[in-house]
């Protein structure tokens, strides 16, 4: 699962720099897309390596278990989820996101997926 | 039919549309970037975030139509921005070039050449060329300066918002110069004008004549007197006045006249007197001749010898009676009778010379006539002389030329007459012309003071015309302003009634006030049926949606040659439901101009789509490099499927990345068809948004979703139409399960599926 998400990672980092042929104004957003669905992976494996099912429950529902939990990353992992959610939708009030912007939630994502193997990692 | 003549009379101009807008190097713009819009009426929305680049078009069109920035100018501290208009990444080429359509011309170009030199925009190179015609680097090649000025049709936030922040007397200068109300104010300035200038005569008059009474009052003559007791009258008879300076009247009486007689006084001369007298000295000689035979002898031995004669002649040849003597006989008869002859021509001689002599002294005496009135007159002034003349002349009238020395008395009497009477003359002719060199100038000052009467008379008239004039401008000047300003405040009420929406601020009258340094637009409005001053009482994004409903009918009068009006982010800051009113808004102005707007965020794009109105969506993007890019905006859920379509198609993508992405892509299309459904559905029955928000929320998964653009409800029974056709149940599976846990079949065949699926929505939920 977890190269998934490294892949989507990547995935990502090719559409924002353009070597993916796609319409320049729908770059960030497809990006947003993979990344996001990268991040909810990492989630997905964070709750299980606390011991927790959650294959049925909504985003909200996981990223409020894994506060709860008291996972040191949770809250960072819930912002960036937001964030990269608005990215990816239409959403009223909002224009399609920067390049620059996406490409920070990736960044952190990435960074997220990095100390989620080092936690990992020893056991 | 007046209607119809009026309707032809007023020509429209001919009407411009933006035809496209490319800007190189400019702001946010880089590398050359163009914005096509569609030449016709319309709505157009360019939405692009912050900084995308999407203001630059507007700003560029600023530039090179009016050659100026409002933002420049209203900023003080706009030095940053004066430094910043080049583009940081591309400075070369720096250059704007708009295309116009022009009814009835073609596409028109109007160009800015900003070029590496140019310190700041206006000091570039501007220029504007119609199709065939060479380019035009005037001033103003095109004839738009003013128009521009007058309806501005560019509008921003910045400018909106400081339409109803300046000075009231500005906002009042703003609509009254497109109403066409500084004609009423020049007008009312030249009656003020005229009529001061009218009664500059009578004040000039009334100095003139003061003036002159001075004067006249200082002067013994008559003319100045009469002159004086003219015009002393209320309204003096200004006819005799002039012809008292002109000489064509004088007073009857009066030293001038006597003068005059004084001048013109005949007296025979010495020799005429001498000859006169000559001739009678003549005459009495020949009659004391012809008297010294005893005259009354003769007469009677005439008498005797007649008697005598005819006696002879009766009796016939006899003895002299007397002497008894002598016979009287015929011989005698003849001889007396030759006598008698020679007695009769004596006695005729002496009467002629007796005649003579008298004649002579008749004319003698007739020829100094009685002393004339002039010498006896009273004068006010009296002449040197004038006495001694008048005694000499009575003394020469009183002697009695037929007495024995009367001649020579008389003669004597003429001598000493006759200098006098020639010093008299000289005297009165001198003191006369004396007279009339002191008259003169007074003559001409009475001249001057009919003409100023007969200017002020003149001028009086007119100033009640020009008062009459005047008080009825003044009473009706705001009567007509208002009457002038009503179609635009009516328009503007009718924008605002549009955009409130859900504010409690009820917009009443818009009028003009006041005159000169006082003028004003008094906007009234109601809280809650509560009479306030609108610009107290509105909040920011209130006073923003007046500014707009304001200065939209102004941008779009018919009078403009612009069928075009761009407005930068007018939803700022407006609530949502105010945008709701804008979209109606821009969609009725839509109807016959092109409205082009740019906004920084989505909701005016989504307001359109879900209100159904008409209106082509423009997204502008900014990336790297201040690269800059116009996409067109298709429907979202159209997008997100292109999304999905390029993604499959990407060969170097791998599988996870088809996996993954693509049916989160479809979910998004399907979200966002039956967002626009359901939304679009309970706006049209009036549900309040936060209801319609709240709704759409609850519903967490595809299928829910779908049932609420379906059946309205999301827990809806979707199981029949789910059966229907099989590729909906398939699609069902891409946006559901396979948007988390990965798409397990074929990507373009699964995004086809989708898209049968939204349109069988987009069918079903009609």
Excluded at chain 2, 114 to 121: R, S
Aim: a neutral charge.
């Amino acid at each position: 699962m977890m190269s998934d998400a490294v892949r989507l990672l990547e995935a990502a980092d090719r559409v924002l720099s353009g070597s993916v042929e796609l319409p320049r104004g729908r770059r960030a957003r497809i990006a947003a897309v993979l990344a996001r669905s990268a991040l909810e992976d990492i989630v997905v494996e964070t709750c299980a390596a606390h011991g927790i099912d959650v294959a049925e429950a909504t985003m909200r529902v996981r990223l409020a278990t894994l506060v709860a939990v008291s996972d040191p990353r949770a809250g960072e992992l819930a912002m960036a989820w937001w964030n990269l959610s608005r990215a990816c939708h239409q959403h009223a009030y909002e224009m399609a996101p920067h390049p620059d912007e996406v490409a920070y939630w990736v960044a952190t994502v990435r960074d997220l997926a990095g100390d989620f193997a080092l936690i990992r990692g020893p056991a | 039919m007046p209607q119809a003549k009026l309707s032809q009379k007023i020509k429209q101009p001919v009407g411009a549309y933006l035809k496209s807008i490319t800007v190189a190097g400019f702001r946010g713009i880089g590398p050359e970037a163009r914005l096509d819009l569609h030449p016709a009426p319309g709505v157009v929305v360019v939405a692009g975030r912050n900084g995308s680049g999407k203001s630059t078009f507007s700003e560029a069109v600023e530039v090179a139509l009016t050659r100026r920035s409002y933002r420049w100018e209203a900023k003080k501290g706009a030095s940053d921005w004066r430094a910043g208009w080049r583009n940081l990444h591309v400075d070369d080429p720096c250059q704007i070039r708009i295309e116009l359509a022009e009814e009835g011309i073609g596409t028109t170009t109007v160009a800015a050449d900003l070029g590496t030199a140019t310190k700041e925009p206006r000091d570039g190179v501007f220029w504007a060329q119609r199709p065939g015609k060479p380019r035009d680097r005037s001033a103003d090649p095109l004839g738009w300066a003013k128009p521009l000025e007058l309806y501005r049709p560019l509008l921003s936030y910045d400018e909106l918002g400081g339409i109803l922040e300046s000075r009231p007397s500005e906002l009042y200068e703003k609509l009254s110069t497109i109403l066409g109300l500084a004609r009423i104010a020049a007008a009312q300035e030249r009656l003020d004008e005229l009529v001061k200038s009218l009664t500059a005569p009578r004040r000039e008059a009334r100095a003139l004549v003061t003036k002159a009474r001075d004067a006249l009052a200082a002067s013994a003559d008559p003319r100045a007197v009469e002159a004086s007791k003219l015009l002393s009258a209320r309204s003096p008879d200004i006819e005799v006045l002039a012809r008292l300076a002109t000489g064509a009247f004088e007073p009857p009486s009066g030293d001038m006249a006597i003068l005059r007689e004084l001048a013109a006084l005949a007296v025979p001369t010495v020799e005429q007197s001498r000859d006169a007298i000559t001739r009678c000295e003549t005459a009495q000689h020949t009659l004391a001749e012809l008297s010294s035979d005893a005259t009354q002898a003769l007469v009677n031995r005439t008498g005797l010898l007649k008697h005598a004669v005819a006696h002879v002649e009766a009796a016939g040849t006899q003895k002299c009676p007397l002497c008894g003597v002598g016979t009287l006989d015929a011989a005698w008869v003849a001889s007396a009778r030759r006598e008698i002859s020679e007695l009769d021509q004596r006695a005729e001689s002496l009467r002629n010379a007796r005649r003579a002599y008298e004649e002579s002294i008749r004319r003698l005496a007739s020829m100094l006539p009685p002393s004339p009135r002039a010498l006896g007159a009273e004068m006010d002034e009296d002449v040197e002389g004038r006495a001694k003349v008048a005694e000499a002349w009575q003394a020469a009238n009183s002697i009695d030329a037929a007495s024995p020395e009367g001649p020579r008395f008389l003669l004597a009497a003429i001598e000493s007459l006759v200098p006098l009477v020639v010093e008299l003359k000289t005297a009165a002719d001198a003191e006369r012309l004396r007279r009339e060199d002191l008259w003169t100038p007074l003559a001409r000052q009475v001249a001057a003071v009919a003409t100023a009467l007969e200017k002020a008379d003149e001028a009086d008239r007119q100033a009640v015309t020009a008062r009459a004039t005047q008080s009825w401008l003044k009473d009706h000047a705001n009567e007509l302003r208002n009457e002038r300003l009503r179609p635009i405040a009516d328009e503007a009420r009718e924008i605002w009634a549009a955009l409130r929406q859900e504010s409690n601020v009820d917009l009443g009258e818009i009028e003009l006030e006041g005159a000169k340094t006082r003028r004003r637009v008094t906007v009234t409005a109601s809280v809650d049926g509560k009479e306030a001053g609108a610009l107290t009482v509105m909040s920011q994004g209130e006073l923003h949606a007046l500014a707009l409903a304001l200065f939209l009918p102004r941008a779009t009068m018919d009078a403009s040659p612009f069928r075009f009006v761009l407005i930068d982010d007018p939803v700022q800051a407006m609530d949502p439901a105010k945008v709701d009113g804008l979209a109606r808004v821009l969609d009725r102005i839509g109807q016959t101009r092109q409205v082009v707007v740019l906004t920084h965020d989505d909701r005016l794009p989504e307001a359109v789509r879900r209100l159904g109105i008409k209106a082509r969506i423009l997204y502008v993007n900014r990336s790297e490099g201040s690269r800059v890019e116009v996409t067109s905006g298709s429907d979202p859920t159209q997008r997100y499927l292109e999304d999905a379509f390029a993604v499959a198609q990407d060969r170097r993508a791998d599988d996870v990345v088809r996996r993954r992405a693509i049916p989160v892509l479809c979910r998004m299309a399907v979200e966002s068809a039956c967002k626009d459904l359901f939304m679009a559905r309970w706006y049209a029955r009036g549900e309040r948004r936060a209801v319609v928000e709240a709704k759409w929320q609850d519903a967490q998964t595809a299928q829910q979703r779908i049932a609420l653009a379906l059946r309205d409800d999301a827990d809806g029974d979707l199981d029949r139409w789910l059966a229907e056709r099989p590729a909906r149940r398939r699609a069902l599976a891409v946006v559901g399960r396979a948007s988390h846990e990965g798409l397990q079949r074929d990507p373009r065949g699964a995004i086809r599926d989708v898209e049968d699926l939204v349109r069988d929505v987009r069918a079903g939920a009609r």
